[in-house]
């Protein structure tokens, strides 16, 4: 399977995505790096408004060896994020609410974990053309969603999480996954057991393993510019501070790359268990590289978020339609074989009903970034 | 933690220079008016806003807390409050005030292992005679 196609956990990227890294090898294996490390200053505008200057970081490790007839692979992805963001995250109006010390944490994005993934994956061949594949990990990524945000070429320059976020790709850091798969060349079918638990307010420890929660995804890259996907899940109820009844989740993805234009479009929706209809997210986004040295992203979404996901229960509907429209710019700053910067800026324009003008100050609240990037500077160059 | 006056006093001056909400209420009262949402807590269980979970035989105090609309919590109003429950069904539980606890009460439930309602708070402030109600907020009796 071609290197390129990796994303977060088992998810494929399309075969011509580019994603910033390094790969090369020493001996038999093949290691690779690839990551992001933003410094940005976050200006949400309106009655919550809130700044904050921080970084939005990650690197990913990984290490693959031919080894009993297949290939295993080794990855591991750290995030200083607890620290330069602290555990109560980054200002986002309209971020899903989360709990936070016995209390609810509203319009924040939460930190990644210090540690968001260890994983083994290995693949072998069963015939001439298909294989299967397990993946295990005590943290990582159950088959379930599309690639995880911040692995997506159509967002590699954007610092800031979806809204949808957590109801497309939040199980991109599940303490406890097993993945088994087949596949050929063009089609994958995994099975994932996981825990369906949200990760604890606490960003630097390792929560408890378990396997109480299922899903399964389909996977096709049917050209090396597409890759689509589709999945289903059946996530647990869970007790405790972060309490949740039972749900499936459930949605559809198509990743497009063609040299320097990225497009990334999800639908994904939650079906709490005993309710009459899903709640529905629908994301597109898109980046754009201008020659060497500008490019522009864009990201459209449409939530569904309940009275609960902005902790104002019994204040206003139980369910509302939010938009949301960002746009942003980024400028090579300097670059040299291994590294490369940029400035850039981005900003969202929100869209609440009515009921929320009281919370948000208007119907179009705003959300400002700017921010200083730094990356590997080319597309998973091989040194 | 307590925070001695003049750290508290920085904090909150930053906070306001950058934007922040600092929370109201650690000075003057706030108008009945300013009180946009509440959220529900218990001592021992953290937040019940999201559901409120009964025990036949039990009480549950349940402590209601006021925020404006830019999250900041509310911790007194101008003249005061007067808290009341409702419960749908009317059977699902009642609930009785709590002395000295203007923003609690105790719950108390006798109705069978399973029953499921809702919950609806009243704030009546006596200084604009003026009241705001708040719900449904979920109940299940265990």
């Given at each position: 399977?071609?290197?390129?196609?990796?994303?977060?956990?088992?998810?494929?990227?399309?075969?011509?995505?580019?994603?910033?890294?390094?790969?090369?090898?020493?001996?038999?294996?093949?290691?690779?790096?690839?990551?992001?490390?933003?410094?940005?200053?976050?200006?949400?505008?309106?009655?919550?408004?809130?700044?904050?200057?921080?970084?939005?970081?990650?690197?990913?490790?990984?290490?693959?060896?031919?080894?009993?007839?297949?290939?295993?692979?080794?990855?591991?992805?750290?995030?200083?994020?607890?620290?330069?963001?602290?555990?109560?995250?980054?200002?986002?109006?309209?971020?899903?609410?989360?709990?936070?010390?016995?209390?609810?944490?509203?319009?924040?994005?939460?930190?990644?974990?210090?540690?968001?993934?260890?994983?083994?994956?290995?693949?072998?061949?069963?015939?001439?053309?298909?294989?299967?594949?397990?993946?295990?990990?005590?943290?990582?990524?159950?088959?379930?969603?599309?690639?995880?945000?911040?692995?997506?070429?159509?967002?590699?320059?954007?610092?800031?999480?979806?809204?949808?976020?957590?109801?497309?790709?939040?199980?991109?850091?599940?303490?406890?996954?097993?993945?088994?798969?087949?596949?050929?060349?063009?089609?994958?079918?995994?099975?994932?057991?996981?825990?369906?638990?949200?990760?604890?307010?606490?960003?630097?420890?390792?929560?408890?393993?378990?396997?109480?929660?299922?899903?399964?995804?389909?996977?096709?890259?049917?050209?090396?510019?597409?890759?689509?996907?589709?999945?289903?899940?059946?996530?647990?109820?869970?007790?405790?501070?972060?309490?949740?009844?039972?749900?499936?989740?459930?949605?559809?993805?198509?990743?497009?790359?063609?040299?320097?234009?990225?497009?990334?479009?999800?639908?994904?929706?939650?079906?709490?268990?005993?309710?009459?209809?899903?709640?529905?997210?629908?994301?597109?986004?898109?980046?754009?590289?201008?020659?060497?040295?500008?490019?522009?992203?864009?990201?459209?979404?449409?939530?569904?978020?309940?009275?609960?996901?902005?902790?104002?229960?019994?204040?206003?509907?139980?369910?509302?339609?939010?938009?949301?429209?960002?746009?942003?710019?980024?400028?090579?700053?300097?670059?040299?074989?291994?590294?490369?910067?940029?400035?850039?800026?981005?900003?969202?324009?929100?869209?609440?009903?009515?009921?929320?003008?009281?919370?948000?100050?208007?119907?179009?609240?705003?959300?400002?970034?700017?921010?200083?990037?730094?990356?590997?500077?080319?597309?998973?160059?091989?040194? | 933690?307590?925070?001695?006056?003049?750290?508290?006093?920085?904090?909150?001056?930053?906070?306001?220079?950058?934007?922040?909400?600092?929370?109201?209420?650690?000075?003057?009262?706030?108008?009945?008016?300013?009180?946009?949402?509440?959220?529900?807590?218990?001592?021992?269980?953290?937040?019940?806003?999201?559901?409120?979970?009964?025990?036949?035989?039990?009480?549950?105090?349940?402590?209601?807390?006021?925020?404006?609309?830019?999250?900041?919590?509310?911790?007194?109003?101008?003249?005061g409050e007067e808290l009341a429950f409702t419960f749908s069904p009317p059977t699902l539980a009642s609930s009785t005030p709590v002395n000295g606890e203007s923003?609690?009460?105790?719950?108390?439930?006798?109705?069978?292992?399973?029953?499921?309602?809702?919950?609806?708070?009243?704030?009546?402030?006596?200084?604009?005679?003026?009241?705001k109600t708040f719900g449904p907020f979920d109940v299940l009796v265990h």
């Amino acid at each position: 399977m071609p290197l390129a196609r990796t994303g977060s956990g088992t998810a494929w990227l399309p075969d011509a995505a580019r994603t910033p890294g390094y790969h090369g090898s020493v001996g038999r294996w093949t290691l690779m790096v690839h990551g992001s490390v933003f410094l940005q200053y976050d200006r949400q505008l309106g009655t919550r408004a809130d700044d904050q200057l921080g970084s939005v970081n990650w690197v990913m490790l990984m290490a693959a060896r031919p080894a009993a007839g297949g290939s295993v692979r080794f990855r591991a992805m750290v995030s200083a994020e607890p620290l330069t963001l602290t555990a109560r995250g980054y200002p986002e109006l309209l971020q899903a609410a989360e709990p936070y010390r016995g209390g609810t944490l509203t319009d924040r994005q939460h930190p990644h974990e210090l540690i968001s993934e260890l994983s083994v994956g290995f693949e072998h061949p069963v015939g001439s053309r298909v294989g299967a594949s397990l993946y295990a990990a005590p943290v990582g990524e159950p088959a379930l969603g599309p690639v995880a945000y911040l692995h997506r070429p159509s967002a590699v320059y954007d610092p800031a999480a979806p809204l949808g976020h957590h109801t497309q790709d939040f199980t991109h850091t599940t303490f406890g996954v097993v993945t088994l798969g087949v596949f050929t060349r063009q089609v994958r079918v995994e099975a994932s057991a996981f825990n369906g638990a949200h990760p604890d307010d606490v960003r630097t420890n390792f929560d408890p393993v378990r396997l109480d929660s299922y899903s399964a995804r389909l996977s096709c890259n049917p050209a090396s510019r597409w890759s689509v996907a589709a999945w289903f899940g059946h996530v647990a109820a869970m007790g405790g501070a972060h309490v949740h009844g039972a749900l499936d989740r459930f949605g559809a993805s198509v990743l497009h790359s063609r040299s320097t234009w990225s497009t990334t479009f999800v639908y994904g929706a939650d079906l709490p268990a005993g309710a009459g209809h899903p709640l529905n997210t629908l994301l597109l986004e898109s980046t754009l590289e201008l020659g060497d040295a500008d490019a522009v992203y864009g990201r459209a979404e449409y939530v569904r978020r309940t009275a609960a996901d902005l902790a104002l229960v019994g204040s206003v509907s139980r369910e509302l339609d939010i938009g949301a429209v960002s746009l942003g710019y980024e400028r090579a700053l300097w670059r040299s074989a291994l590294v490369a910067t940029g400035l850039g800026a981005r900003g969202t324009l929100n869209l609440v009903p009515e009921e929320l003008r009281l919370f948000y100050g208007s119907r179009t609240p705003v959300g400002l970034m700017a921010y200083v990037q730094v990356r590997p500077s080319t597309d998973r160059r091989k040194v | 933690m307590r925070t001695r006056p003049p750290l508290r006093a920085l904090g909150v001056v930053l906070l306001a220079a950058c934007g922040g909400s600092p929370p109201t209420g650690g000075g003057s009262p706030a108008d009945p008016q300013d009180v946009a949402s509440v959220r529900l807590f218990n001592s021992g269980l953290g937040e019940l806003t999201f559901h409120i979970p009964l025990f036949p035989g039990d009480t549950l105090p349940v402590e209601v807390r006021m925020y404006a609309a830019n999250g900041s919590q509310i911790m007194s109003v101008t003249g005061g409050e007067e808290l009341a429950f409702t419960f749908s069904p009317p059977t699902l539980a009642s609930s009785t005030p709590v002395n000295g606890e203007s923003l609690v009460r105790d719950i108390t439930t006798s109705a069978p292992s399973g029953t499921p309602g809702t919950l609806e708070v009243a704030l009546h402030f006596p200084a604009d005679q003026s009241t705001k109600t708040f719900g449904p907020f979920d109940v299940l009796v265990h």
